[in-house]
């Protein structure tokens, strides 16, 4: 029989600053286990949640949590489609919703050396279902049927390091 790890967590949070709590939580536990797996591996988060649900939100916290991390300026990548942070380790922060196909990615280096080391975030991964790696982390966040400026927060964990991650932040 083969046991299949699964990790799940869920947080409601009642303001910005505690979804970016949450989300500098979650950095610090990545940044450990990027460090410590050799060679550095590509640790990929996928952000779900409606317009103005808090992705771009959660991003600003999670930068704020890694090395060189406080003085960066996080903004949607609308239009560039991605932005790079000079974090420890690197960040890649892509915003998908105007992807317009698969080639628009391969344009934009998706799959390319310049990202196959660090943490990638990318804001609605759900437009490239085909290109989701077999490990990542789901961040799923919910507005309703949350009071106004609450959020549900459900962090999923799909297979290794991705399950390791969430259970070094447990
Ligand atoms: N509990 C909360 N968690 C996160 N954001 C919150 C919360 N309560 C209120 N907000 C506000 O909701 C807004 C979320 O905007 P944000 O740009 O992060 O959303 P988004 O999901 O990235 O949107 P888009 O789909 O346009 O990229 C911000 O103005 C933020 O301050
Ligand atoms: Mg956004």
Not at 28 to 46: C, D, F, H, S
Not at 48 to 60: D, I, R, W, Y
Request: aromatic residues 8%.
């Amino acid at each position: 029989m083969v046991a299949v790890r699964t990790a799940e967590l869920v947080f409601q949070t009642a303001s910005a600053p505690d979804t970016q709590r949450v989300a500098a939580k979650l950095a610090r536990a990545m940044a450990r286990i990027w460090a410590e797996t050799k060679p550095t591996p590509r640790l990929v988060v996928g952000l779900v949640g409606e317009l103005g649900a808090g992705k771009t939100t959660f991003v600003q916290g999670f930068i704020s949590a890694l090395r060189n991390g406080g003085q960066v300026r996080v903004t949607s990548p609308t239009f560039a489609l991605v932005h790079q942070y000079p974090t420890s380790p690197p960040v890649h922060h892509f915003d998908l919703y105007r992807l317009s196909g698969a080639d628009a990615l391969d344009e934009i280096g998706f799959h390319g050396d310049a990202f196959a080391d660090g943490i990638t975030l990318v804001e609605w991964i759900r437009q490239i279902p085909d290109a989701i790696p077999d490990s990542w982390i789901e961040i799923e966040i919910c507005l309703a049927p949350m009071p106004t400026g609450a959020r549900q927060l459900r962090l999923r964990a799909h297979g290794e390091p991705a399950t390791a991650v969430l259970e070094c932040m447990g």
